[in-house]
Nanobody, 119 residues
Framework: QVQLVESGGGLVQPGGSLRLSCAAS????????MGWYRQSPGKERELVAV???????NYADSVKGRFTISRDTAKNQVYLQMNSLKPEDTAVYYC?????????????WGQGTQVTVSS
């Protein structure tokens, strides 16, 4: 399986920036895509951004033009650069990885990191 550890959350003022990091360990060779999700109180967890093993990316409409997902394959890390942050971006952000190991699909989640956008 794959283990994920996020870092980089915190408190930032509206208009500010944060960079989240996610380190993957374990059976990382089986990962086909990694992404970031977020969940705020009273709302369902939603996809923020995803990047495939081929480098293709996709973003939620609400973050297009402000957030950028990237990866460092050699370090087994994925990043989320968040710019022009808004109060509605406040949420717990979760790293996610999916893929195949021993012909079986898997989905792994990190423990989450809190992002708070407030003045």
């Amino acid at each position: 399986q794959v283990q994920l550890v996020e870092s980089g959350g915190g408190l930032v003022q509206p208009g500010g920036s944060l960079r989240l990091s996610c380190a993957a360990s374990g059976s990382t060779f089986g990962i086909t895509a990694m992404g970031w999700y977020r969940q705020s109180p009273g709302k369902e967890r939603e996809l923020v951004a995803v990047i495939t093993s081929g480098g293709s990316t996709n973003y939620a409409d609400s973050v297009k033009g402000r957030f950028t997902i990237s990866r460092d394959t050699a370090k087994n890390q994925v990043y989320l650069q968040m710019n022009s942050l808004k109060p509605e971006d406040t949420a717990v952000y979760y790293c996610n990885a999916g893929g195949w190991v021993a012909l079986k699909p898997f989905v792994s989640w990190g423990q989450g990191t809190q992002v708070t956008v407030s003045s």
